[in-house]
């Protein structure tokens, strides 16, 4: 019988999840909640499974408990958590090997330990990684923070020790802002991690943000797959990133790719994770933390080396050696991944939610689309605001750049505002295309202005009338077939400057 995989996410990451399931000869299984009862997703599975959200306190994706009871009831095998929800609950995967279900991932005890911050960066340092100067422990109250950050001198980051996502985090510049931001920091990391331990740690004023994709099996094999910039950024909420990095010289990512290697390694690490570095303007570069799962942006790592990560995580957990050497690793060009959120880019990226009347990808042998809507479908304001991911590769940086522009100036979405212009304004700006944007460009640099433009409804309606016409003619079967109209649409928006 073949093993059945239950998909414990939703939307784009539970189709690329099935993907890989079918290909791997595996039944794929996934929840259907109330609150998207026709979600996409649901299309692809072999077997759905009625949530029933509405009669319990918490949606089935946060529910650990109520997930293995599903999963017990239908014979599951293993579980993939994607990412977000529960997948770096250290006491959802403990649930799962309590009841002898393949949790796929890494073991609990080190989802637990890479989950605390302060835990990591000891066992980070034990590995001789290099660490931004801060506490060796949590800090306990605003006093202790206060002598920290007098020894190591202002600016200073306070992050929750349980945290992750920008919660919990407040940037504090000046000793008498200390005390307030400290207790808002903390009450806010209990609220959202029950833990409200803090730890501080100098502030790099115009850091980078490279993180290395590694994956490690069961027997003590672990490769690194080149690192991903991940540098564009809105509270602290990732928008677009690239593979690799302009940044990154090729010694560095050796060194860099090592130490995340040597790390992995030294805590047993299996499964896909990442090992996030924050690289100073100087060059210098420090371990941040490590992340447990697969991450959104995982297909910028697989069109640069052609490794599917989503199926050697299902592969590990199964207990399968790499057959990959870290010398079979090579890159292959570049490639950058816009994320498409439903949010207002010049309302300070209010959350839009509706009807999606129409959208339309556009369609090229090196564009990667991966989503979890099409026309009609309903964004609720229950879930993440990101609807799908727009990947593209080219043989270099200019050249991905000039083919991500292309895709975005193709994509058209009626109903509801989406962040493509803000896309398109990044690769457009002369800090981006030098490379030398940072973590905080939206802070420092970013203006609503930027997208603004007179022809903008113009534009959509002439984009969608060729569309429509293009496909007419296609479905025409008195006229012969006419080629997408890609290449019209083109040059019809850099006449108008779009």
């Not at 994706?61 to 009871?69: H, N, S, T």
Request: with cysteine; charged share 25%; aromatic share 8%.
């Amino acid at each position: 019988m073949k093993k059945r995989l239950l998909i414990a996410n939703r939307s784009e990451i539970a189709i690329r999840i099935i993907r890989s399931a079918h290909k791997l000869g595996l039944l794929a299984v996934v929840f259907q909640s109330d609150k998207e009862p026709d979600a996409l997703y649901l299309k692809y599975a072999d077997e759905i499974i009625p949530a029933r959200d509405a009669a319990n306190d918490k949606p089935i994706f946060l529910d650990a408990e109520r997930i293995v009871k599903f999963a017990l009831e239908h014979n599951i095998d293993l579980i993939h958590p994607g990412y977000g929800f529960l997948s770096e609950n250290p006491d959802f995967a403990a649930l799962c090997v309590a009841n002898d279900i393949n949790f796929i991932g890494p073991s609990p005890e080190l989802i637990r330990d890479m989950g605390l911050k302060t835990v990591a960066k000891s066992m980070a340092i034990k590995a001789g990684l290099p660490l931004v100067p801060g506490s060796d422990g949590p800090v306990t109250d605003a006093k202790s923070a206060k002598e920290y950050a007098d020894k190591i001198g202002y600016p200073v980051i306070l992050k929750a020790s349980a945290g992750g996502g920008g919660r919990g985090m407040r940037i504090v510049e000046k000793p008498e802002t200390i005390e307030r931001n400290f207790k808002s920091a903390s009450d806010e990391a209990l609220s959202a991690f029950g833990n409200g331990d803090m730890f501080i740690e100098k502030y790099l004023q115009n850091p980078k943000h490279i993180e290395f994709q590694i994956m490690g099996d069961k027997h003590g094999n672990v490769i690194h797959l080149g690192e991903r910039e991940c540098s564009l950024q809105r509270k602290h909420q990732k928008i677009l990133e690239e593979a690799p990095s302009a940044s990154v010289s090729a010694t560095m990512r050796q060194e860099m790719g090592d130490m995340a290697v040597r790390f992995a390694k030294s805590i047993g690490y299996y499964s896909a994770g990442t090992i996030e570095y924050i690289l100073d303007e100087d060059g210098s570069f420090y371990f941040m933390e490590m992340n447990t799962r697969i991450q959104v942006e995982h297909p910028v790592t697989e069109m640069i080396t052609g490794v599917d990560l989503v199926d050697w995580q299902i592969k590990v957990a199964l207990g399968e050696k790499l057959t990959i050497k870290q010398e079979d690793i090579k890159i292959n060009g570049w490639a950058i991944e816009c994320r498409v959120n439903t949010e207002d880019p010049q309302n300070r990226f209010s959350p839009q939610t509706g009807f999606i009347d129409r959208i339309h990808f556009p369609l090229s042998e090196n564009i990667r689309i991966e989503t979890g809507v099409v026309s009609g479908s309903v964004v609720t304001p229950y879930f993440d605001s990101m609807i799908a991911k727009i990947i593209v590769h080219g043989k270099d940086r200019a050249d991905v750049i000039e083919k991500t522009l292309f895709a975005l100036y193709e994509f058209s979405l009626i109903g509801l505002k989406t962040t493509v212009p803000f896309c398109r304004a990044v690769l457009n700006h002369s800090e981006f295309l030098s490379a030398k944007y940072t973590t905080r460009w939206v802070d420092q640099v970013y203006d609503p202005e930027m997208l603004e433009n007179e022809e903008d409804e113009m534009i959509g309606a002439l984009a969608a009338t060729i569309m429509y016409a293009s496909e007419y003619l296609q479905l025409s079967s008195d006229t012969p077939t006419y080629k997408s109209d890609s290449l019209n649409v083109w040059v019809l928006n850099k006449r108008l400057n779009y």
